[in-house]
């Protein structure tokens, strides 16, 4: 376990860092680890000056354990929607391109931002995605005329 001392030094470089970087991208990672290892450094100095104000839990192997176990049970019904859904979203990708534009843009939209975060990193997946996939169905239609051509 680190120190005090320690994570204020592992601050002090991400700082120094920060003031080197070359994108946004790296700054904001830099400016997160600094932010964390100052954190980490002012939850030690806490803990040191309130001994006495901190509640025992179960030790960490025991909240592990049952974290671990009740994410191993699936809630009722969950493998029957996830199959549901793979389900639609196969069907969607195969027809994509019978799709009307603005049905394709409002579907994309709505996929992008479904989990709730920020929009920018899934849409690129999402568009990337797409892009790769555009022309499976009529692949599959070929793969198949072509096995059916086979046994004539």
Not at 84 to 96: D, E, F, K, P, T
């Amino acid at each position: 376990m680190f120190t005090v001392a320690q994570y204020r030094s592992k601050a002090r470089v991400y700082e120094m860092l920060l003031k080197t970087a070359c994108s946004p991208t790296e700054s904001a990672e830099y400016r997160d680890l600094r932010r964390s290892y100052t954190s980490l450094a002012d939850n030690l100095d806490w803990l040191a000056a309130n001994p006495g104000k901190t509640v025992a839990g179960a030790p960490n192997v025991e909240r592990r354990k049952r974290r671990v176990e009740h994410a191993q049970q699936p809630e009722p019904g969950h493998l029957e929607q996830e199959s549901i859904l793979r389900s639609l979203g196969g069907a969607v990708i195969l027809n994509w391109n019978t799709i009307p534009t603005k049905l394709q843009r409002a579907l994309f939209e709505a996929a992008s931002t479904i989990q709730g975060s920020e929009p920018a990193p899934l849409r690129d997946v999402l568009a990337q995605f797409l892009h790769d996939h555009k022309n499976d169905a009529q692949r599959a239609r070929e793969h198949v005329d072509a096995g059916t051509e086979d046994r004539f």
